[in-house]
């Protein structure tokens, strides 16, 4: 089954960071990515953009409208996703637990996907 481990921290604390010490966690997360990679479990990976860069669809209004920024106003941010594919939650936590090693703070949602294909999910 694959999951994603959403990656949530404080992005004006990551957005702080100098090169340097951004280079230095993303060398750290590597290390992580290059093992799990090695056992044919990774997938995607994905580095968003500041929160600054968002625009949101508010679909509970009609009609629709679109905003800049993100959806929600909170302390912690979604700031990059993985997909991993793991026999079970305790294999993904695993990973999880590896990620947040080399990146403390911050915190790691982990989430079965479901996938879909012509509008139906796939085995």
């Not at 992005?11 to 993303?26: G, I, L, S, Y």
């Not at 995607?44 to 106003?73: H, M, S, W």
């Not at 939650?89 to 990620?99: G, I, K, S, T």
Request: charged share 25%; hydrophobic share 40%.
């Amino acid at each position: 089954m694959q999951y994603a481990i959403l990656c949530y921290h404080d992005e004006n604390v990551v957005c702080a960071w100098t090169k340097e010490q951004d280079a230095a966690v993303m060398a750290k997360l590597s290390v992580v990515h290059e093992k799990v990679a090695r056992q044919g479990k990774l997938g995607p990976v994905a580095r968003l953009l500041p929160t600054t860069a968002a625009t949101t669809l508010r679909k509970d209004r009609e009609p629709p409208i679109v905003i800049d920024g993100p959806f929600a106003e909170t302390k912690e941010q979604l700031l990059g996703f993985y997909i991993v594919d793991a026999e079970n939650l305790d294999e993904v936590l695993a990973v999880a637990r590896e990620l947040a090693e080399a990146n403390p703070g911050g915190a790691y949602e982990i989430r079965p996907v479901g996938t879909f294909k012509d509008g139906k999910q796939a085995p």
